[in-house]
Antibody, heavy 123, light 107 residues
């Protein structure tokens, strides 16, 4: 069974940094692209960032480009999101999501999702 | 960036109703479209990918159609557990984008 467990959320001041983690199990982690999606509570979904299976190809939403960095450690089956220069508008639940496409950089959907971790940016 | 416009944004329906939600892309995305269902306090759940392929385990009352710029999600006979918010997502071009959502509530 695929499991994705996010952690690292919390309260941070504007301008601060936070590192989110997503630990995966139940599948061969190094063969699948992974993504981060966020959602302001009560609002819609926003794709944040994606990374290919080997960690070479990385993609970002314009809203986070230059501030957030996605990475993965395939030896630990872990996905990360380093968030710097945080703003109030980054406040959201952050989900990690798995592609179903073995070996592909671009997913055809997000087949599995974690339960999310809440990031609150406030003074 | 490719914009996805979902309509309606809110829908009130009864159990047994046929429900159709549309998703229009600002430019052609072939069939790189997925649909998700989300219930309060839960992560989204994949329903359909490649515009019309039903995800394993999803009831057959859900169906998707379309290609290019116009897509639809249809629930043939609405069940109590289907009251939720539905999102479309395009995966043709980075940055990936989601529609604004359609909330389906009980009439």
């Amino acid at each position: 069974e695929v499991q994705l467990l996010e952690s690292g959320g919390g309260l941070v001041q504007p301008g601060g940094s936070l590192r989110l983690s997503c630990v995966a199990s139940g599948f061969i982690f190094n063969s699948y692209a992974m993504n981060w999606v966020r959602q302001v509570p009560g609002k819609g979904l926003e794709w944040v960032s994606g990374i290919g299976p080997r960690g070479v190809s990385k993609y970002y939403a314009d809203s986070v480009k230059g501030r957030f960095t996605i990475s993965r450690d395939n030896s630990k089956s872990a996905l990360y999101l380093q968030m710097n220069s945080l703003r109030a508008e980054d406040t959201a639940i952050y989900y990690c999501a798995k592609s179903p496409n073995w070996g592909a950089v671009r997913p055809t959907c997000f087949e599995n999702w974690g339960q999310g971790t809440l990031v609150t940016v406030s003074s | 960036d490719i914009q996805l416009t979902q309509s309606p944004s809110f829908l009130s329906a009864s159990v047994g109703d046929r429900v159709t939600i549309t998703c229009r892309a600002s430019q052609g995305i072939s069939s790189f479209l997925a649909w998700y269902q989300q219930k309060p306090g839960k992560a989204p759940k994949l329903l359909i990918y490649a515009a019309s392929t039903l995800q394993s385990g999803v009831p057959s009352r859900f169906s998707g159609s379309g290609s290019g710029t116009d897509f639809t999600l249809t629930i043939s006979s609405l069940q109590p557990e289907d009251f939720a918010t539905y999102y479309c997502q395009q995966l043709n071009t980075y940055p990936l984008t989601f529609g604004g959502g359609t909330k389906v509530e009980i009439k």
